[in-house]
């Protein structure tokens, strides 16, 4: 594919598995425009990889749990650049007694994992659908098979991210838009999400991931049209072959453990 003149949009992409999508993309010679909430050196990262890669890399801040700045950011997309990949990786999780959540955090989660991602891809799938070859990744977690006590809404949300994606893969599979999605883990973001996790047991453990890992092995499989890509096969089969009365009461006495702890 001639990336020359055209695009990668990541969302989430200061940190931990944006920041990852980023830097393997960049390594494939594909151009950037990363997103991410204001004050997180974004402009920084885009400067180091064009220094160390034959790339251009643009940049855009915002808080994507506002509706009108989802939509300004999809028109300057637009106007501004050919698009031939989006990666919808921005999202927010938690851990909190659904009783103790206010109604910001409750509607935050859902407005960026959600809402931002649902929107982004329909206002940037006409620029796609223009492109010799697009495609779609969005980012989901192995959380969507299962619903968890203490965490409420995120695993809500990322179910509402597999079944849209795999929707939408179906809805464009006779155009040139690929869609697919990945479910990850729990993911070596940083120390602190590292211990959070750890704190979980074993079951914490096992499905703690490397981000640079799970971004070069989801790239990959993207561009070999992989619809749903699983970075974990261990956890996927677990979660695949226990009822929901075994898993749902297990994952919920984990997540219990990491908020007494």
């Known amino acids: 594919m001639d990336t020359q003149e055209s695009y990668a949009v990541v969302t989430g992409a200061s ?3 944006g920041k990852a999508f980023a830097e393997n993309l960049a390594k494939k010679h594909i151009n950037l425009i990363l997103v991410s909430l204001p004050g997180q050196k974004l402009e920084d990262l885009c400067r180091k990889l064009e ?4 790339i251009k890399a643009h940049y855009y801040e915002v808080d994507l749990s506002v509706n009108k700045n989802v939509m300004k950011l999809t028109e300057w997309l637009n106007q501004s650049f050919n698009i031939h990949l989006l990666i919808n990786n921005a999202g927010l999780g938690g851990t909190k007694k659904f009783t103790e959540a206010t109604s910001d955090y ?3 989660i859902l407005q960026v994992n959600v809402a931002a991602t649902s ?6 799938l006409p620029n796609l659908l223009r492109q010799p070859r697009a495609y779609i990744l969005n980012v989901s977690s192995m959380a969507a098979f299962s619903p968890i006590g203490f965490k409420t809404v995120y ?4 179910t509402f991210i597999h079944s849209f994606s795999r929707g939408l893969h179906e809805e464009l599979k006779d155009t040139n838009v690929f869609v697919s999605v990945v479910n990850p883990g729990a993911m070596k973001t940083n120390a602190d999400v590292c211990k959070r996790i750890e704190k979980q047991g ?3 453990k096992l499905t703690l991931l490397d981000p640079d890992n799970v971004a070069s092995y989801s790239i990959r499989q993207l561009f070999k049209k992989d619809s749903v890509i699983m970075v974990n096969p261990i956890s996927w089969l677990v979660m695949k072959i226990l009822p929901i009365w075994i898993k749902l009461p297990l994952m919920t006495q984990a997540i219990k453990k990491e908020i007494e702890a």
């Open 119 to 124: 929107l982004i891809t329909h206002q940037l």
């Open 155 to 158: 695993p809500a949300s990322k």
């Open 51 to 54: 220094e160390n890669y034959p």
């Open 15 to 17: 940190q931990g598995l």
């Open 106 to 108: 409750i509607n935050t």
């Open 202 to 204: 074993f079951w914490g």
